[in-house]
T-cell receptor, first 114, second 110 residues
Framework: EPEVTQTPSHQVTQMGQEVILRCVPI?????FYWYRQILGQKVEFLVS????????KSEIFDDQFSVERPDGSNFTLKIRSTKLEDSAMYFC????????????FGSGTRLTVV | RKEVEQDPGPFNVPEGATVAFNCTYS??????FFWYRQDCRKEPKLLMS???SGNEDGRFTAQLNRASQYISLLIRDSKLSDSATYLC???????????FGSGTKLNVKP
């Protein structure tokens, strides 16, 4: 079964540092998403991406966040200057089209900001 | 007001029991509905979509009531492996994002 792959599985970073979380979506998928889940809380939408541009973003996705699809296979989330409250599990997801009923999540990157 | 509300549980049931979860949503423009399952510190995995006519997948039955704005999940003959958190998820018309409930935790005991 095709998978969405995320790396690294766990990242520890100092507050104020930049981090890049990487995702390889399923190869024929066109829509890409980042979600996050703070420990003990619900999964929250960050951003959706299609045709090399952001389709929609949440209030969480402020100027410190950016996404990129640099080479046609990777999909990255960059946090420019991490804060303690950015500590969370970050999930990447992809779907073949917008009306797809339920998309596939990667196994996540656990980001710990210290 | 929360988009999606779920009873957090936990629901502690013996193996073989039938258990039901409900979820209510606030936005009547919600278009599509799903149940996801999430194991501890893992990614959400799609369990089933939910249709107005109701749908069944083995031991799992999902129902949607648009008039009352709630969806339900029924699990029959619970297995130990059903222990997980069950997430109610919905999408609006544009499918650009999903709204997740906080989840209902199920513990199936031997």
């Amino acid at each position: 079964e095709p998978e969405v792959t995320q790396t690294p599985s766990h990242q520890v970073t100092q507050m104020g540092q930049e981090v890049i979380l990487r995702c390889v979506p399923i190869s024929n998928h066109l829509y890409f998403y980042w979600y996050r889940q703070i420990l003990g809380q619900k999964v929250e939408f960050l951003v959706s991406f299609y045709n090399n541009e952001i389709s929609e973003k949440s209030e969480i996705f402020d100027d410190q966040f950016s996404v990129e699809r640099p080479d046609g296979s990777n999909f990255t989330l960059k946090i420019r200057s991490t804060k303690l409250e950015d500590s969370a599990m970050y999930f990447c997801a992809s779907s073949p089209d917008r009306d797809y009923y339920g998309y596939t999540f990667g196994s996540g990157t656990r980001l710990t900001v210290v | 007001r929360k988009e999606v509300e779920q009873d957090p549980g936990p629901f502690n049931v013996p193996e073989g029991a039938t258990v039901a979860f409900n979820c209510t949503y606030s936005n009547s423009a919600s278009q599509s509905f799903f149940w996801y399952r999430q194991d501890c510190r893992k990614e959400p995995k799609l369990l089933m979509s939910v249709y107005s006519s109701g749908n069944e997948d083995g031991r799992f039955t999902a129902q949607l009531n648009r008039a009352s704005q709630y969806i339900s999940l029924l699990i029959r003959d619970s297995k130990l492996s059903d222990s997980a958190t069950y997430l109610c998820v919905l999408a609006l018309y544009n499918f650009n994002k999903f709204y997740f409930g906080s989840g209902t935790k199920l513990n199936v005991k031997p």
